[in-house]
């Protein structure tokens, strides 16, 4: 049997059709740049992560730059952040001019709200929490944080689209949030995409300008060249919202089943590796698990790896190294980031989407115990 870690094929019938009549649409009427869909995605979008307003961008990357940059950071500020991110993260806050700080994680791989206040300086302007894995960080203790020191919260929920803390989606305590929606994300698009959400208006209009290379809106498209905010292009393509507008009918469904998938997972493997706390009190805390991870010691991490890997069990590690090990940020780190460091070697993600079958899932099961009960 093969588990892929991801299985982008676009095959539900019944999805197919629904986004084929909308593209046809789009292929008659032309409306191919900002066309409405965009803004009816836009509309579902903010409904969804309960915010006034959002705005679809070319990518999960764009919306966290963007989400940083409408928020007002700029050169010579400090933003935190996790070690324990894509890269994106780090490199979204460098292209604002501001410089990335690093704080370590706790055991649930988000950022250590226990570390935050050592790591402010009077240059901090912002805490950027990743919610890794799709498990909402501890937002209710980081937004005392950054009150008590003046501090902004912009979001990275690029992989938490669906996840629920004290009842409330990704966003509720930030200026501005990001999503990311590429093909791998709980909500994916057919490449390239993501979202920005806010309840500032003001914030909403600069980002709309932004998105559009910095431009004034000339709704009759005869000014096109005012710019007083010169950025790129960052434009959601009306396809893509076309097919996440089809796609988010069915992000209900499909976190559930990934919720399903990582609830075998958890009862049948906690006897041999770490698990990940996918209920946290239940009540209003919803995992998205964007990703799947269990955690061991690192030699034994590596061999399950390859003995998964030749039985054609794909398996992943995310983000290896970490963001402040890279040539780029080595020297930005400030604090030894032991957890993070230490947790790198140790974590990884086992195959769990909307698509993967009990019979995948419980094949990936009996390998692990194989491993365990006879190979290791
Ligand atoms: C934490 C995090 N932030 C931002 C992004 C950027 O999203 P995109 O790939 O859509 O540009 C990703 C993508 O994986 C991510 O994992």
Request: charged share 25%.
């Amino acid at each position: 049997m093969k588990v892929p870690f991801f299985d982008l094929r676009v095959n539900n019938k019944n999805f197919k059709k629904k986004f084929l009549k909308r593209a046809e649409k789009i292929f008659t009427t032309g409306k191919i740049l900002l066309g409405p869909e965009v803004e009816e995605l836009e509309l579902k979008i903010a409904q969804f992560v309960k915010k006034k307003k959002s705005l679809g961008v070319s990518s999960g990357s764009s919306a966290i730059y963007l989400a940083l940059k409408g928020s007002g950071i700029q050169k010579g500020d400090e933003v935190i952040t996790s070690p324990l991110s894509w890269i994106i993260s780090a490199n979204a806050i460098l292209s604002c001019g501001a410089v990335p700080v690093f704080v370590d994680v706790q055991d649930d791989y988000n950022i250590s709200t226990d570390k935050i206040e050592n790591a402010i300086t009077k240059k901090t302007k912002a805490i950027l929490p990743v919610h890794f894995f799709g498990k909402p960080c501890k937002m209710d203790i980081i937004n005392k944080i950054a009150k008590k020191n003046k501090l902004i919260i912009v979001e990275d929920a690029a992989q938490g689209f669906g996840s629920l803390y004290q009842n409330r989606p990704m966003g509720y305590y930030s200026r501005a949030v990001s999503f990311s929606m590429n093909a791998m994300k709980n909500l994916s698009a057919l490449g390239e995409a993501g979202a920005v959400a806010t309840d500032n208006i003001s914030i909403y209009n600069k980002i709309k300008q932004f998105r559009y290379a910095g431009t004034f809106s000339d709704p009759k498209k005869i000014i096109t060249n005012k710019c007083s905010r010169p950025e790129l292009n960052h434009k959601i393509d009306t396809l893509q919202a076309a097919f996440l507008l089809e796609k988010l009918k069915y992000i209900e469904e499909f976190n559930h089943h990934r919720f399903k998938i990582a609830k075998f997972y958890n009862n049948s493997l906690s006897e041999y590796v770490i698990c990940p706390d996918i209920f946290e009190n239940k009540k209003g805390f919803r995992h998205a698990l964007y990703s799947y991870c269990i955690r061991i010691n690192a030699k034994k991490r590596n061999k399950l790896m390859n003995y998964l890997n030749d039985n054609n069990i794909q398996t992943k590690i995310y983000h290896k190294p970490l963001i402040s090990n890279t040539d780029a940020y080595k020297s930005f780190s400030r604090s030894k980031l032991v957890n993070a460091n230490k947790m790198v070697h140790e974590i990884l993600s086992l195959p769990c989407n909307e698509k993967i079958t009990y019979n995948q899932a419980d094949y990936v099961v009996s390998k692990i115990k194989r491993f365990f009960n006879y190979v290791y």
